[in-house]
Every structure is written in structure tokens, then in C-alpha cells.
T-cell receptor, first 114, second 114 residues
Framework: DGGITQSPKYLFRKEGQNVTLSCEQN?????MYWYRQDPGQGLRLIYY???????QKGDIAEGYSVSREKKESFPLTVTSAQKNPTAFYLC?????????????FGEGSRLTVL | DAKTTQPPSMDCAEGRAANLPCNHS???????VYWYRQIHSQGPQYIIH???NNETNEMASLIITEDRKSSTLILPHATLRDTAVYYC???????????????FGQGTILTVHP
């Protein structure tokens, strides 16, 4: 079945450590996105990518980095520069030329900094 | 993208219709209305979208006022599994070179009770 797979589902990290969240999709979608969600809040866009080897900062990119070496993969690194990294992270994908603009989301990764 | 306003929470009895309102008074002519929902600790799920005509699919109906300044999402026969946060989003068409970026506000927490 086609879909988006995020891993790990839960992750704990100590302060000062970098951590990488995985996002893989087999939907053949061009665009991929990373969102952050804090308790009781909506989603905020971190980074997005329309095409391989290209990505753009979203609204809250500071302290995060991404890469898009393959169409299927869009990993997110939460660096030690991110001041408050504990959150629920969601990866999504879409077809760029699809007029509906529908986003397909993964199940999320919950990061807790100890 | 136009800003949306939704009530923070609503209740609905199981089997009854759930009517979720959304105000988007600054919507422009090329902006669509999208609805997503998010069940606790999962990724958001697309429900429906529309431009100016009313729309219906297997999940819900979308009623957009003639002046397009507000809309209502209707779940015709709510079930306990429809308990979720419902997001109303307004955004220009994602076709062509546009990114499918969506701005998620805090949404409406719909609680369906027996």
C-alpha cells in the first residue's frame, strides 16, 4: 500500500544532541513537508521541498535542517540549536501539479528532550 | 493566505449531524476552502475542499456561502470515531509551481458523545 512512513514513532534525546527523523513516501509525490505541532496548537511549517536537491525554509526553520537527495526521502534533523525541540513532528507529501493540493500525512514522530 | 476563525470546541450526539462553522471574511477569489481533521496523536486527514460551489463526498458536505466569507462542514451522521480536531484552511490553488503549503490554525475540537 502507498503511504508515508515516519520513524521513529517516539524518540528521547538529551539536551545538546542532534537527532534525525526519517520520512519516506512511496506515493511518487514531488513535494514533501515537515510540520511541528505543540500541545493544543495547530501545525507550523518547518521546511518544504518541491523537487530533489531543493528545499525551502518554512515559518520556523531555525534549529532544523533537511536534505532531499531522493524523491522518496525527506529526513529532518533537529539540531542542538533548536531551543525547544520537544514536540510532535509530522511529515507530509503532495503532488505539485494536483489542483486539489491535498496533503498526505504520516503518523508522526514524538520527540522528547530530557 | 486568508485567515480563518473557528469555534474552539463543539459537541454532537452520536447519529446526529455535526455542523462545523468557519469564517474566512478576507478570502480572495482564487482561494479554496479546505477541511482536514486530526484524530488524537495521528497525522491530519484530508476531508473535502471547495471553491464556491457546495461539495459532497463520502465523508462530508461543504457548504460555502454565496459571498464566500464563511463555510460549514457537515458530517451527516456523526459517530464516536469522528471525535477529532477539525481544521478549516483557506489557500490558493496548489497547481503549477505553487507549493501545497497549508497553514493550520488551532481548529475546532469536535466531541461526539453517545
Amino acid at each position: 500500500d502507498g503511504g508515508i512512513t515516519q520513524s521513529p514513532k517516539y524518540l528521547f534525546r538529551k539536551e545538546g544532541q542532534n537527532v534525525t527523523l526519517s520520512c519516506e513516501q512511496n506515493l511518487n509525490h514531488d513535494a514533501m513537508y515537515w510540520y511541528r505541532q505543540d500541545p493544543g496548537q495547530g501545525l507550523r511549517l518547518i521546511y518544504y521541498s518541491q523537487i530533489v536537491n531543493d528545499f525551502q525554509k518554512g515559518d520556523i526553520a531555525e534549529g532544523y535542517s533537511v536534505s532531499r537527495e531522493k524523491k522518496e526521502s525527506f529526513p529532518l534533523t533537529v539540531t542542538s540549536a533548536q531551543k525547544n525541540p520537544t514536540a510532535f513532528y509530522l511529515c507530509a507529501s503532495s503532488i505539485v501539479t494536483d489542483v486539489t493540493g491535498e496533503l498526505f500525512f504520516g503518523e508522526g514522530s514524538r520527540l522528547t528532550v530530557l | 493566505d486568508a485567515k480563518t476563525t473557528q469555534p474552539p470546541s463543539m459537541d454532537c450526539a452520536e447519529g446526529r449531524a455535526a455542523n462545523l462553522p468557519c469564517n474566512h471574511s478576507t478570502i480572495s477569489g482564487n482561494e479554496y476552502v479546505y477541511w482536514y481533521r486530526q484524530i488524537h496523536s495521528q497525522g491530519p486527514q484530508y476531508i473535502i475542499h471547495g471553491l464556491k460551489n457546495n461539495e459532497t463526498n463520502e465523508m462530508a458536505s461543504l457548504i460555502i456561502t454565496e459571498d464566500r466569507k464563511s463555510s460549514t462542514l457537515i458530517l451527516p451522521h456523526a459517530t464516536l470515531r469522528d471525535t477529532a480536531v477539525y481544521y478549516c484552511i483557506v489557500r490558493a490553488n496548489a497547481g503549477g509551481t505553487s507549493y501545497g503549503k497549508l497553514t493550520f490554525g488551532q481548529g475546532t475540537i469536535l466531541t461526539v458523545h453517545p
